[in-house]
Nanobody, 128 residues
Framework: QVQLVESGGGSVQAGGSLRLSCAAS?????MGWFRQAPGKEREGIAT????????DYSDSVKGRFTISQDEAQNTMYLQMNSLTPEDTAMYFC????????????????????????WGQGTQVTVSS
């Protein structure tokens, strides 16, 4: 079992920044950040392959958000810049222990079904 503890989030004005953290209690292979707005499906936005630090982003956040890791602390971060009201959602971190490599250059995938362990979620609200 892997336990994930999230922190960060909150309310910010458009154009502002926030940083989320996710501490994992055990070894993982892939970690990712997901978000879910009211009435919408859970969306994968950033992933990191733990053993190589290989990152991937959805088009909706590429260039604005940065996922990173602190291997010594077994912690993942999401730095969110240039936030817009469309980024308002509940944000979840997730982890999986199985390899997700798809043979086409993607080491960790965006599908929520690929991840076995989930954090409790933290709300991010961006006002205009």
């Amino acid at each position: 079992q892997v336990q994930l503890v999230e922190s960060g989030g909150g309310s910010v004005q458009a154009g502002g920044s926030l940083r989320l953290s996710c501490a994992a209690s055990g070894s993982v292979t892939c970690m990712g950040w997901f978000r879910q707005a009211p009435g919408k499906e859970r969306e994968g936005i950033a992933t990191i392959y733990w053993y190589g630090g290989i990152t991937d982003y959805s088009d909706s956040v590429k260039g604005r958000f940065t996922i990173s890791q602190d291997e010594a602390q077994n912690t993942m971060y999401l730095q969110m810049n240039s936030l817009t009201p469309e980024d308002t959602a509940m944000y979840f971190c997730a982890a999986g222990r199985r390899s997700q490599y798809n043979g086409a250059g993607r080491w960790c995938l965006f599908g929520p079904e690929r991840y076995n362990y989930w954090g409790q979620g933290t709300q991010v609200t961006v006002s205009s």
